[in-house]
C-alpha cells in the first residue's frame, strides 16, 4: 500500500522526536574532549536539574530505562537487602523482578491496577517493619500499563507518619517532563528516566537525579558496581562521567529538547499535556457512555497526563482495532502489556503532540471503530473539540 503524509505515534513511548531535535542530533562526530563539547554536555545536566525539579546531582548513562531501575539497585541496595515495591502493574512487576534477579528481597502490596497506591496500606507494612529492614520504598509515578499517576508525595507522606528511614526511589521514566513530579519539594531521594518518553530523544539514554539522602547511602552502601557507579561519574572531562565514550550524537539532541523544553516553560509542558489528556479523556468518555468502553483507573483524579488506559467491556477485541488503526490508519496505539496483554488500548498522549496529532489520531481510531463494529456513542472527537476550545480560551 502506498502511504503518504506522516505515520502518527501515539505510543507511550518511544515518544515523537521534533524536527527540531532530529535536526541538532544530525551532525558529524566531534572531539568529545573539547572545550566547547565538555561546557555543552555539561549545560545539559545542570539544565537537567530543572526537569528533574532538583539541586541534587544528575547523571546520565548511555542506557535505557531498564539501565535506569538496575542503577537504583546497584547504587544503594546490595543484594540480600529488602525493598518494598508497590505493586501497580507490567512496570513495577518488572522492576520488582529485576530485584529478585539481583538477589534483593521484595515485599510487594495488593494490586493497584485500577485506583493509585494506597498510601495508608504503605504506612501499615513500614509501621509493621519495626527492625527497620525494608531499605527503600520504589515506586512507579506514571505507571504505562494502566495508565495510572500515582500520589508519590501521598507516599512520601507515608513513609514520615511511621517513622520509617526507607528511602524513596521513583521511576519517572513515563512522567518526567510531562506530569510534575517536584522531586525536593516531595522529599523523594531518587529520580530515574529514560530518554525517549517526556524528554523527546531517540531512545538509548537514562538519567538518574539523586538527593542528599542517596548520596550519603550510596558512598557505603549498595552492591559491587562499576558501570553503574554513579561516584565514578563525577570529574572534569566527558569520558570519565560516561565511563567511556560518551553518546555524542544524543548529547546534542539532548540539549535541543532542553531548549525547547526550557522555552515553553514547565509549567506550560504539564498544561500542555493537562489539556490533551483531558480532550483524550472527554472523547473516550463520550465512546463510553453506554458502557461499551471505559478507563483501566476507576479514580478520574488519578487518570494519568501521559497515557490513557482503555477496555472494552463489550468485548470488542483492542489487538484488532490497533492494527486496523496501524495499517489503514496510519496511527500507532499502545498495546496492553503484561497482566494487561489483550485487554487495553493505550493512548500514549506525551511528548512533542499539539492538538491537530491528537485530534488527527482521536479521530482515526472513531473510524477504527466503525470499521471493526466496536460499539461506541459517536461523538468521542466532537466532544474533545468542544473541550479543547473551552481550554484554549480560558
Ligand atoms: C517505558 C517504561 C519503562 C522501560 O523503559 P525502557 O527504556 O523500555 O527500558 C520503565 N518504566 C516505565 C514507567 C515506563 O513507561
Not at 3 to 10: A, M, N, S
Not at 144 to 153: L, P, Y
Not at 351 to 365: I, K, Q, S, T
Request: hydrophobic share 45%.
Amino acid at each position: 500500500m502506498v502511504r503518504r503524509g506522516r505515520e502518527l505515534i501515539q505510543l507511550p513511548g518511544p515518544t515523537n522526536i521534533p524536527e527540531r531535535v532530529l535536526r541538532a542530533m544530525h551532525r558529524p562526530i566531534v572531539d568529545f574532549g573539547s572545550p566547547e563539547f565538555t561546557s555543552m554536555a555539561r549545560g545539559c545536566v545542570e539544565d537537567l536539574k530543572q526537569v528533574f525539579q532538583t539541586k541534587g546531582e544528575v547523571f546520565a548513562y548511555s542506557a535505557n530505562g531498564h539501565g535506569a531501575w538496575e542503577l537504583a539497585f546497584d547504587n544503594l541496595i546490595a543484594p540480600g537487602e529488602h525493598v518494598l515495591m508497590p505493586e501497580t502493574g507490567r512496570f513495577s512487576q518488572s522492576w520488582a523482578d529485576m530485584a529478585q534477579g539481583l538477589g534483593c528481597r521484595v515485599t510487594t502490596t495488593a494490586p493497584y491496577h485500577e485506583r493509585p497506591v494506597d498510601p495508608d496500606a504503605i504506612e501499615h507494612l513500614l509501621r509493621a517493619d519495626k527492625g527497620h529492614d525494608l531499605k527503600a520504598v520504589m515506586m512507579v509515578h506514571v505507571e504505562t500499563s494502566t495508565g495510572i499517576t500515582h500520589d508519590v508525595g501521598a507516599v512520601r507522606q507515608a513513609i514520615d507518619r511511621a517513622g520509617h528511614p526507607a528511602l524513596l526511589l521513583v521511576d519517572a521514566i513515563a512522567s518526567l517532563g510531562a506530569v510534575d513530579l517536584p522531586m525536593d519539594r516531595l522529599g523523594i531521594d531518587l529520580v530515574v528516566t529514560a530518554s525517549q518518553k517526556g524528554l523527546m530523544l531517540p531512545p538509548g539514554m537514562a538519567f538518574a537525579a539523586v538527593g542528599e539522602r542517596a548520596m550519603r547511602a550510596s558512598a557505603n552502601g549498595g552492591a559491587a558496581r562499576r558501570y553503574w557507579d554513579w561516584r565514578l561519574r563525577q570529574g572534569d572531562e566527558t569520558y570519565f562521567w560516561f565511563y567511556g565514550t560518551p553518546p555524542v550524537q544524543m548529547l546534542f539532541g539532548l540539549r535541543e529538547a532542553l531548549d525547547m523544553i526550557l522555552e515553553e516553560g514547565l509549567d506550560n509542558v504539564f498544561a500542555r499535556h493537562h489539556r490533551l489528556a483531558e480532550a483524550t479523556r472527554r472523547a473516550v468518555a463520550c465512546w463510553g457512555r453506554e458502557g461499551t468502553i471505559d478507563f483501566q483507573c476507576k479514580v478520574p483524579e488519578a487518570r494519568s497526563d501521559a497515557v490513557t488506559a482503555i477496555h472494552f467491556p463489550s468485548g470488542a477485541d483492542p489487538d484488532a482495532l490497533r492494527k486496523r488503526c496501524r495499517e489503514q490508519l496510519s496511527v500507532a496505539f499502545g498495546a496492553g502489556i503484561g497482566p494487561f496483554a489483550g485487554r487495553l488500548l493505550r493512548i500514549g498522549h506525551l511528548g512533542d503532540l499539539n492538538e491537530p496529532m491528537l485530534l488527527g489520531a482521536l479521530g482515526a481510531l472513531e473510524v477504527a471503530m466503525r470499521l471493526e463494529g466496536v460499539p461506541h456513542n459517536p461523538g468521542g472527537v466532537a466532544a474533545a473539540a468542544a473541550y479543547l476550545a473551552e481550554a484554549l480560551v480560558a
